[in-house]
């Protein structure tokens, strides 16, 4: 049969479309919820549908598909369930920005209207990020492809929102939640993005009420909040103020008088003037303290963070101070206040002062709390059982050191607020009896609407809906019919939303056809690993573990992969202001997407954060050529017989590659089931690039020019066995270009993908034949050296001496010494060294090895001195550094384990390199003119 022959080069542009979709046709990637075999199931975090893939989803999905593809290939019966996420801020704000370019808004569209846009909006880009997962290789079973908001995920939230309602794990109160007055909506703690910032601290005057000449002075960072002040906290055993305990002071600006009272887990008397003020309306801890002394809580702010009339006269707030503040944002308002104070002399002085500012994670606007109704969950009762699960081991967090985050995250965890004030998303199921709650209803009219846009809009679109704390819902799973208490038939429903991070929360289970008891979910259910960025383990995986040990009675998976962040070359975060984003589009549109998967594979360190630039891509796109260029090699030399003889009957060449491959077999699927895919990535490039290609390839050349010999017909074995294993183990990291090999390559079955992947073979295994190979590699890489050294070329024909002091690796040499004198290319003479001729030759040292080259009349040896002379400068400079790291203290902890040892010997070669190199510049020198 004719062998096909590859082209001159590798375009991954022609491959890669051709063969996803043949991956696809093929349904290679569906996975039968029937199937005997073992599952091995992910769910693939949600990207959000307003998503273009980013290098941190190359990351992600890449890994992803490193895993499902090795355990495919391993047999198992593999499910790696995409879909997307409806991400309801983000998705809310794109059609919003759309509707403002078309002179419009959602209020003027209605509820109804604009959510019937945004589901039109999914339908035309919402599917962007998906097909350019499918670019990135990502072998998911699309046919199973979900959305958080589909039918029935939808039955899934509504369920788990019913149960958790009636067991008392989801309730309604007005608490200070975290508000963003842009968005106009609540977040959740995690929601909030703190950023380090330089701000003022105001140092005010505050006088007793009984005695105007005594004042307090308290410190803060947001005087316009004062207005709403409700009293004054000192340390109940400060000597300083604890007598004045009882007392009240007068509140600046205003006409009331407040309180003094003692709290000593409000105050620390250490740390600044030791009085602090109580704003239980506009801050978390001053919202507790109200609580525990029964103070007020007194609103100033309105929901788009402006300084609200209506509660600055409730707070007996001076009329002149009203009229100069009022409708304006905090920020306009804050300087009017400072000169307020100063002109009345409450001000006793400003200074600068570094601060943490809350910011909303997704547009950036300043948090504000905000006293609000909202959905709650009671979280301690879900999170007992989720620390439990991972400190008996049940799931395993890997890196490791992530487990001490999570169980101090999740013993330390609050209640969390899953309401949200947008229209797109899971409308929560509660409804209120107007006839009930009449006077808990409160509807205005949306703020920068016509009157006659309002007017030509049903009642529930063109009003602005606040439903008080003291209203009661109905929890249900669909819409009642008639009041149980008024037998009305009047409803509202919540207007509110569930927090995204709700439905996310169910997807190992919901997306297998929870509450519904499928033959997937029995199947597929627990999943067996999640990977995931550190940057929602506790947004998401807590969630996840909580929501599913509470709906399904088991882990919703075993082992969590924590990956880390992609920054640029030196660290920095990628963003666009900053010009440093790398693309991976355009990456895989120059370099090829193996390229791109093989250099993040081989960057996921475990704890330490990938600082990823395009030269190290375009080295990998490097790697893919090499193994391109080697299957043309092998494919020239496959036309002849190929002979199958047991391995031990084999060449030393083959032998030592069967047994180097095995050893590569084992160490990479030793490396994937410990997530170490940086070592996998490396075991793989070392054997390929450097055993199979620089050596091997090298060694069978002579064996393969009579190719109707027996030894060309065994090499040709050799060849093709190795390299179609070789190619198999390379598939779950280069999909597409060892998927495009292997067709052509003569290859039993349809595809690479549904070919068994390797596993160590015991009688591969050659310790004569590896032994034979370092005795043999050590004399051609010193020989090497040593023609580096005299600036000889390579393939320059020379006699080479040499002599090992161990007759074994003697014994080896002489059994080689064709090999040998190939690769060195000379020829080999074996001998003692007194044998060696009396001429110049240069003499290279090697632990018991010496081996000698002539120094002939062309070598420049001043130049060869200046040759060796900036190498051990360059070995001196790179020792110094290695022996500074592995003496800090902080690198030692830090660094893997793996690392340690690498920098380890690589400091090992340098000081024998440094010797080898100082006794050839000592025999050179003797060897110039002029020298004895």
Same mark, same amino acid.
């Given at each position: ?19 996803y979709r043949?991956w ?27 998503g273009?893939?980013?290098?941190g989803?190359a ?10 593809r090795?355990?495919r290939m391993?047999?198992?019966n593999t ?5 997307t996420?409806?991400? @309801?801020?983000a ?14 808004s ?5 509820r109804e209207?604009f ?9 035309q ?5 998906v ?17 958080t908001?589909d039918?029935g995920?939808s039955l ?9 309602h009636?067991?008392?794990? #989801?309730y309604r109160?007005?608490r200070l ?6 968005c106009?909506?609540a ?12 701000g003022k601290?105001?140092h005010?005057?505050?006088?007793l009420?009984?005695?105007p ?5 308290v ?15 000192v ?5 300083r103020?604890n007598?004045l305990i ?6 600046p600006?205003?006409q009331?008088t407040i ?18 003020k #109580?704003?239980?309306?506009?801050d ?5 303290a109200?609580e ?9 702010l309105?929901?788009?963070a ?8 409730a ?9 100069a ?17 100063q002109?009345?002399?409450w ?7 570094k601060?943490?500012?809350?910011k909303c994670?997704?547009c950036?606007?300043v #948090?504000e ?7 709650f969950?009671?979280?301690?009762p ?12 049940r799931?395993?967090l ?5 487990t001490n985050?999570?169980?101090g995250w999740?013993?330390?965890i ?8 947008i229209w797109?998303?899971?409308q ?12 808990a ?7 920068g ?9 049903p ?11 003291s209203a009661?819902?109905?929890v249900?799973?669909?819409a009642p ?15 509110d939303v569930?927090?995204?991070w *709700? ?11 929870w ?8 199947t ?8 995931? @960025?550190?940057?929602?383990?506790f947004?998401w ?5 909580m929501?599913?040990?509470?709906f399904?009675?088991?882990?919703? *998976? ?9 920054r ?18 355009s ?5 090829g ?13 475990p @704890?330490?954060d990938i600082?990823l630039?395009?030269?190290? #891509?375009?080295?990998?796109?490097n790697f893919a050529?090499k193994i391109?260029?080697?299957a043309?090699?092998i494919?020239?030399h496959?036309d ?13 060449p ?8 095995n050893?590569?077999?084992g ?15 490396s ?5 390929i690039w ?12 002579p064996s393969?020019?009579d ?7 065994q090499t040709?074995?050799?060849?093709l ?12 990291f ?18 690479i993908?549904?070919?068994?992947y ?15 190979f370092a005795?043999m590699?050590?004399f ?19 006699p080479?001496?040499g002599f090992?002091?161990?007759?074994q690796?003697?014994a ?9 004198g ?5 020829t080999v ?25 002539p120094?002939e009349g ?16 360059e070995?001196?400079?790179?020792a110094?550094r290695?022996?500074?790291k592995?003496?800090?203290?902080e ?14 010997e690589?400091l ?6 440094e010797?080898?190199?100082l006794?050839?510049e ?11």
């Open positions: 049969m004719a062998i096909r022959q590859l082209e001159k080069t590798y375009e991954p542009q022609q491959v890669e479309e051709r063969w043949f696809i046709e093929r349904g290679f990637f569906h996975a039968a919820a029937d199937s005997a075999k073992q599952p091995y199931t992910i769910v693939i975090p949600p990207p959000n549908v307003t273009s893939l980013h290098v989803h990351l992600n999905n890449s890994l992803q598909d490193i895993l499902i090795w355990r391993q047999g198992r499910l790696w369930m995409p879909g996420d409806h991400a @309801g801020i998705t809310q704000n794109v059609v919003e920005r759309q509707l403002m370019a078309e002179g419009t959602r209020e003027a569209l209605g209207a959510i019937q846009r945004v589901w039109s909006w999914k339908a880009s919402g599917g962007t990020i097909q350019q997962l499918k670019r990135l290789g990502a072998s998911c079973d699309w046919e199973r492809l979900r959305f908001m039918d995920l899934a939230v509504r369920e788990v929102f019913v149960r958790l009636e067991e008392g794990l #989801i109160g007005e939640i975290n508000w963003c007055p842009r106009l909506t977040l959740s703690d995690i929601e909030v993005e703190h950023e380090e910032t330089t601290l105001y005010i005057y505050y006088a009420a009984d005695d000449q005594t004042k307090l002075t410190a803060t960072t947001r005087p316009e909040t004062l207005l709403g002040d409700t009293a004054i906290a340390h109940p055993d400060d000597p103020y007598r009882g007392k009240r002071v007068r509140l600006l205003t009331r309180p003094i009272v003692g709290d000593p887990i409000l105050v620390d008397r250490e740390f600044g003037t030791g009085a602090v #109580i704003t239980p309306a506009h978390f801890n001053d919202f507790e109200g525990r002394h029964g103070l007020p809580c007194l609103s100033i309105d929901h788009q402006r300084l609200d009339p209506v509660g600055l006269r707070a007996a707030v001076n009329q002149p101070v009203i009229e503040v009022e409708l304006l944002r905090v920020n306009q308002a804050r300087p009017k206040i400072e000169a307020l104070l002109e009345q002399g001000l006793a002085k400003v200074e600068a002062h601060m943490a500012l809350g994670y997704r950036k606007t #948090i709390p905000y006293l609000s109704p909202q959905w969950v009671k979280i301690k879900l999170a007992e059982p989720a620390i439990q699960a991972v400190e008996e081991g799931i395993r890997i890196p490791e050191a992530w985050n999570y169980l999740m013993r330390d609050k209640d969390w607020c899953i309401s949200r004030q797109w998303g899971h929560i199921p509660a409804w209120y009896c107007r006839s009930c709650n009449a006077e209803i409160l509807e205005t009219a949306h703020e609407m016509a009157t006659t846009e309002a007017q030509a809009l009642r529930a679109s063109r009003k602005r809906v606040t439903i008080l704390s009661t819902p109905l249900t799973r669909t019919t008639q009041c149980p208490a008024c037998r009305g038939n009047d409803f509202l429903q919540d207007p569930l927090d995204t *709700f439905s996310s929360a169910l997807w190992p289970f919901s997306t297998l056809g509450p519904e008891q499928t033959p997937e979910l029995k597929f259910y627990p999943t067996s690993t999640l990977v995931t @960025g550190l940057d929602i383990l947004f995986v807590a969630r996840m573990i929501m599913g040990l509470k399904t009675g088991q882990v919703p *998976f075993r082992d969590v992969y924590i990956h880390a962040l992609v640029d070359a030196e660290g920095q975060k990628m963003s666009k202001s900053k010009g440093n984003v790398i693309d991976p589009l990456v895989m549109d120059r370099y997407t193996d390229a791109l998967r093989f250099t993040l594979a081989s960057m996921a360190s @704890g330490r600082k630039a395009e030269e190290r #891509i375009e080295g990998y796109r050529n391109w260029n080697v043309r090699f494919l020239m496959l002849g017989p190929r002979t199958a003889t047991p391995l031990a009957d084999r060449s030393f083959d032998r030592w590659i069967m047994s180097r491959l050893h590569t077999i160490a990479v699927n030793a490396s994937l089931e410990q997530y170490r895919f940086d070592q996998a990535a075991q793989l490039y070392q054997f450097h055993e199979y290609c620089d050596w091997y390839v090298e060694l069978v050349k393969l020019h190719k109707e010999s027996v030894a060309a017909s040709r074995h050799t060849l066995e190795s390299f179609e294993t070789l190619l198999r183990l390379l598939h779950p280069m999909p597409f270009l060892s998927e495009e090999i292997w067709q052509t390559i003569p290859h039993e079955g349809e595809s993908v549904t070919q068994r390797p596993a160590p073979t015991q009688n591969w295994d050659s310790k004569e034949a590896e032994a034979a005795a590699g050590q051609v890489t010193t020989v090497r050296t040593g023609r580096a050294l005299l600036n000889y070329q390579p393939g320059k024909p020379m080479l001496y090992n002091k161990d007759s690796a003697m080896q040499l002489q059994m080689l010494h064709p090999h040998i190939h690769l060195g290319r000379g003479h074996l001998l003692p060294q007194q044998a060696w001729p009396a001429t110049q030759i240069l003499r290279l040292a090697v632990e018991g090895l010496t081996v000698g080259l120094v062309d070598v420049d040896l001043q130049k060869a001195l200046d040759r060796i002379r900036k190498q051990r400068d070995g001196k400079q790179e110094k290695l022996e500074g592995l003496g800090n203290a690198f030692a902890a830090k660094a893997p384990p793996e690392v340690v040892t690498e920098h380890e690589r090992r070669l340098l000081r024998h390199e010797a080898l190199l006794d050839s000592q025999q050179l020198r003797a060897m110039m003119p002029g020298k004895d």
